[in-house]
T-cell receptor
Framework: RKEVEQDPGPFNVPEGATVAFNCTYS??????FFWYRQDCRKEPKLLMS???SGNEDGRFTAQLNRASQYISLLIRDSKLSDSATYLC?????????????FGQGTTLQVKP | DTAVSQTPKYLVTQMGNDKSIKCEQN?????MYWYKQDSKKFLKIMFS???????INETVPNRFSPKSPDKAHLNLHINSLELGDSAVYFC????????????FGPGTRLTVT
């Protein structure tokens, strides 16, 4: 089983649509969770952290279910500029050192 | 005012050659990283340094050798390049720990022919 698993997509949606991405992780000891965004041929950038209680940032809502080891990202009212790859990221601690484990990413294409 | 910069941006070279990639961050961060993103888009950690000390060394061939002359710089030297080394290499930095926001450089696209 992959450490962090995502459906690679692509998800093709019209402008204004609501779209949801899911992600599962294998290490139940993981403590920190993130969504990063990567535009084509660019570097990844932090989109938002994911908290147990769920958190929202404008049109973006992230949820964490520790029992199911499942993370989600909901994008409401999609814009053309949301087209990118969304990377589910889990921080994995071992011997007092943490490292980020990235999923393969889910590609979103928002069409006019 | 680039936060994390890498040089070169593109690198095309032949098998067997030795090459280096340089990274610099002006954010005052303590921790720097090298990641490899392969053709399937998986981004994997290779090395991490905290204040010039190596703290993460993943299962990477010993042809890859990182070097951190100071906490603002982390270079990657690759000996005897192989076709499978072709990938995009990203440098990143964070304040103190890996679960703080990581800032990535623009990447170095390495092609080995």
């Amino acid at each position: 089983r992959k450490e962090v698993e995502q459906d690679p997509g692509p998800f093709n949606v019209p402008e204004g649509a609501t779209v949801a991405f899911n992600c599962t992780y294998s290490n139940s000891a993981s403590q920190s969770f993130f969504w990063y965004r990567q535009d084509c041929r660019k570097e990844p950038k932090l989109l938002m952290s994911v908290y147990s209680s769920g958190n929202e940032d404008g049109r973006f809502t992230a949820q964490l279910n520790r029992a199911s080891q499942y993370i989600s990202l909901l994008i409401r009212d999609s814009k053309l500029s949301d087209s990118a790859t969304y990377l589910c990221v889990v921080n994995w601690w071992s011997s007092n050192t943490g490292k980020l484990i990235f999923g393969q990413g889910t590609t979103l294409q928002v069409k006019p | 005012d680039t936060a994390v910069s890498q040089t070169p941006k593109y690198l095309v070279t032949q098998m067997g050659n030795d090459k280096s990639i340089k990274c610099e961050q002006n954010l005052g961060h303590d921790t720097m990283y090298w990641y490899k993103q392969d053709s399937k888009k998986f981004l994997k950690i290779m090395f991490s340094y905290n204040n010039k000390e190596l703290i993460i060394n993943e299962t990477v061939p010993n042809r890859f050798s990182p070097k951190s002359p100071d906490k603002a710089h982390l270079n990657l030297h690759i000996n005897s390049l192989e076709l499978g080394d072709s990938a995009v290499y990203f440098c990143a930095s964070s304040q103190e720990r890996s679960d703080y926001e990581q800032y990535f450089g623009p990447g170095t696209r390495l092609t080995v022919t």
